[in-house]
């Protein structure tokens, strides 16, 4: 006999096509072709127990998985003032303006981005400390990107 | 013209009609099952009837209940659309009997083409090529073993009240005849109710073209052009374009005017497509004649700038179409995908379910046939036909590539909806159909691989 | 041995076709023709409980939003069976089959339903007091149109 | 061909010039300001530059930001849209020193016709016809009352470095001249920062005519057609269409072949529009060339099948558009309509908001140009046009039938969203608008009445 596939697959597909047309609770459902057969039974009603397997699964349909929460309060950010390239430091070789853990105050030189071969002070706006550093050295970056994050305080 | 038009069907194409009904003015009712009060064509119409419960055969096929509405509502005349009862020659004959206008061929042809091997011998006599068969119904296996041997393997054997590429079996050589038979007759009782089969000559390897006629009472006969419709699976077609891809114009027009001459001969009248399938040796054998609007009349709708239903409108109103053949000027390439509520991953099971998002393509030369909206649930007894996306372009390979870009901006999503949509993109990415070299087969070797 | 596509999709059909058909709680449907079989099961009547999911829910079909309930409960509507015109008598002239206040049996004739020069009797489906007729007589109405509120009991 | 292209703009014509470039294979790059994250074009191109806030003149108007994101992203040119920096020349002629290609005419070009006294001068030179006026700056109000003289009433005092219809006041006799004179100085300081002024003479009621062309760099210049745009409000186009109603194609063609010489004589290179004003007596003075794609350009795309969009990158990679005037024929009607965001019951004003019901129309020969999607907000900050309803029949009465079809379409709702759809439908109702025979007065008429 030929391959199975086409018949496990018209099968399966009139099984789903059935349960959709007729609607309804169906309590058991069975198609057999040949050799081939699909059974399938849903919980009585009344029953708790374990999710039932949704045949939605089945089909393929799968939840999008939950997005990470954003971090927690009393957290600011240092943005892009325009669209360029970032560089942490005065010029190549030099020690940053600020790393991780330093503290800054308003008005303080965080870094500073290239535009069109000016270059632009990158100002923290409030006072905290650097907890992460979150643009690329030398990257491109665009206006109100995220350069680094404080905490307030 | 017509007053008022009953649309007596669903889905996109009901709303097709509406549209061009709305533009000349006329009051359209649409009829509509339960399953389908959400449907936009029973808001944009001026009245809608609910006719039955989800089912077609109480709904949409059931003529009684449009008759009644029809009447109710004061409808002139119907229009059918495609499927359900669009070409049902008692239907026709029973809106003749009730004093309405049946937008579509009288009864009477569609009775001739309606059946297979009838229309197979008529069209012969009528000059246009035939695939060798027996053209009328066989009645045992040894009558079926005589015939095979005059007509050549392999050979298919078919259901007289076929459709739709069921109630058929192929039999390669002599000793598969008898099981293939049986099995066809089998399967035609079962889904057709008529075990009449009849046996033809089967090609493996074929292009599907067709040629699109509008033929006015006054034996004026026009075409629009050919299409080719090779992407099908299980006879279902997905792409259809025009012109025909490879066909140089001298032979589509030969082809045409050959079909022009045989709806002429036989009486043909309304909007019709005369089916063909073009084997490796470049002939056209025809397989059937389609007496209504086709889902891929748009491609023809948007290289010739006439609007289909509106001549069938004019036919039916006036006896012949607002146009002459020479009004009509073949321009640019157009393609057409079919966005079905389908799981090209499973078989292309049908998906139904609610529709969350929803983008449809716009832009240049860009054409959208739809009936969902945000919000809709899919219903799972009907066709799963979506949306028709259509392009147009100087060219095929721009027609194409503007394609591409259409189908690349669709958003069709929901719990448990699928589209064939990305299916659709890999189809046109495909180097035989970039080749304009694929057959009917491309699809069945595309799953396989 | 060849493909049984066609048979299956017949059976199928058939299936689809006689559950939707005959309508009402079906509890168990088996279709056999030679090697192709499909059964299936709906749960008993009685069976109280959650209801059970629908397959059509599993598949993502999710039931249209919840209408709102007719005023209170046990009230009941008698629904036309067709699309056509409705008479509350049986003929111009006579009393109405039923009016507001009488009580009704499941299977009364409560009116006529006309469509295609055919009278249709339209019948109570369930015992209850007319406390509205919904629908003009001699009017036009669509199918599962309602046309009398019952109060049940 | 290019292999990149960045987007300078937004809205529609963004999303317009993304699709006709994916479908050129062509990578695009879109900039957005930070109000605009939720504009398709930001998801559709193959990368998304946000380049500022909301406020244009540090975003979209900002030569430096948009210049930088070229770099970033490695474009090889940039098309400027419509608006913002696409008539620009000191930003054609920044992307020529950073070595981009600016799609559209050379900076001399859009300096020499950017100043409008210069280019009516220009064009009269070129045998253009255009209004009686200074085509210079008036530099007192007494110069202005001898040339005034000279012109004839009614005059139209405007700002040199006018558009929109701002910057400019009428004085129908002697005696208002003055007062007209230093209200448009101080308007155009106000609104253009340059209060330099010419006059005009002032045309009371006229249909407003241009003509679309296509130039190459060597000198191959193409027509594609007149297109009326006299529906206007405070100088705003609402309605479009071509063929121009009521103008025999004598006539037309007659006018765009002047304008086709006038092009080629002033050197003139891509895709510009040379508006007119179609005076009673039948006559046209020219009023101004835009030097750039226009809102209104789909009808043209419609009655010729040319994609403008796909020739303004053909001639800015090539030298030459990739067609000839032979290639162009133009074939039937069309119409399209724009759907902004206000309300025409409280005098145009501007309704951003949130959009939660939107359904676009669809169907025969009806094309979107749209950016909005369900559940976006349409920011306050920019041009109030959601969507552009453009339709194709074979004549201008089917064209508009269709058109109001497809408005009856239109769902644009959502808290504080109005829109113009409904005031649409009234104009194509008018009776003079269905004549052919309104002026751009139509909707001020309306307005009081």
Chains 1, 3 share one sequence.
């Not at chain 2, 061009?20 to 099952?33: F, L, N, P």
């Not at chain 2, 090529?129 to 005589?146: Q, S």
């Not at chain 2, 077609?237 to 891809?245: A, G, H, Q, R």
């Amino acid at each position: 006999m030929a391959d199975h596939g086409d018949l496990i697959e018209s099968v399966y597909r009139h099984a789903v096509g059935f349960a959709n047309e007729v609607g309804g609770p169906i309590r058991r459902l069975k198609v057999t072709v040949g050799e081939v057969s699909l059974e399938a039974e849903w919980p009585a009603p009344g029953d708790p127990g374990p999710p039932v397997p949704h045949l939605a699964d089945l089909n393929g349909h799968h939840a999008p998985a939950p997005r990470p929460e954003p971090p927690t309060a009393a957290v600011a950010v240092v943005q892009s003032p325009m669209v360029g390239t970032f560089y942490r430091s005065p010029e190549p070789g030099a020690p940053p303006f600020v790393k991780e853990g330093d503290m800054v105050t308003p008005g303080q030189q965080v870094g500073i981005v290239e535009a069109m071969k000016m270059m632009n002070p990158v100002q923290a706006a409030t006072a905290g400390r650097v907890t992460k550093a979150l643009a690329e050295d030398a990257g491109a970056v665009e206006y109100g990107q995220a350069l680094f994050a404080l905490e307030e305080g | 013209m017509f007053d008022s038009v009953l649309i007596a069907n669903r889905g996109e194409i009901a709303l097709r009609v509406a549209r061009t009904c709305k533009e000349m003015g006329i009051r359209t009712i649409a009829v509509y099952s339960s399953a389908d009060e959400g449907s936009p064509v029973v808001r944009l119409a001026d009245e809608a009837v609910r006719i039955g419960p989800p089912q077609a055969k109480r709904s949409y096929l059931y003529a009684p209940a449009v008759l009644q509405a029809a009447h109710q509502t004061g409808a002139q005349a119907i229009h059918p659309g495609y499927g359900f009862l669009s070409e049902d020659a008692d239907f026709a004959e029973m809106c003749r009997a009730e004093g309405l206008t049946f937008i579509g061929p009288p009864p009477e042809i569609l009775a001739m083409l309606g059946d297979k091997a009838e229309a197979l011998r008529v069209l012969s006599g009528a000059g246009i090529d035939v695939l060798p068969g027996t053209h009328r119904p066989i009645a045992t296996a040894g009558e079926a073993a005589d015939a095979a041997a005059g007509i050549g393997f392999p050979i298919i054997v078919k259901a007289l009240a076929g459709g739709g590429g069921r109630g058929m079996a192929i039999a390669r050589r002599p000793a598969e005849l008898a099981d293939a038979y049986a099995q066809a007759r089998t399967s035609a009782q079962a889904v057709f109710g008529d075990e009449r089969v009849y046996l033809e000559r089967y090609v493996e390897s074929a292009r599907h073209v067709e040629v699109q006629v509008l033929a006015g009472t006054d034996g004026q006969v026009l075409h629009l052009g050919a299409r080719d419709c090779s992407v099908q699976r299980r006879r279902q077609k997905l792409i259809e374009e025009t012109p025909v891809p490879g066909l140089p114009e001298r032979d589509a027009n030969r082809l045409c005017e050959q079909v022009v001459a045989a709806a002429r001969a036989i009486g043909y009248v309304g909007a019709g497509t005369f089916e063909f399938l073009l084997d490796d040796a470049g002939r056209f054998h025809c397989i059937e004649v389609n007496c209504r609007i086709q889902v891929e009349h748009p491609v023809t709708e948007m290289i010739t700038g006439v609007d289909l239903v509106r001549e069938q409108l004019n036919v039916a109103a006036t006896g012949g179409p607002g146009i002459t053949q020479q009004d009509i000027r073949l321009n640019g390439a157009a393609i057409e995908c079919r966005i079905n509520a389908e799981d090209p991953a499973r078989g292309f099971l049908p998906s139904p379910g609610t529709i969350e998002a929803l983008t449809l393509p716009a832009g240049p030369f860009t054409r959208v046939d739809e009936y969902v909206r945000p919000g809709m649930s899919i219903p799972p007894f009907y066709d799963p036909l979506l949306a028709k996306v259509s392009v147009w372009a100087p060219d095929r390979d721009q027609a194409i590539a503007r394609m591409e870009r259409a189908l690349a901006e669709c958003v069709v999503s929901g719990p448990g909806i699928r589209t064939t949509t990305g299916f659709l993109t890999s189809v046109l990415a495909h180097p035989l159909f970039r080749d304009g070299k694929h057959t009917t087969a491309l699809i069945e070797n595309l799953s396989v691989a």
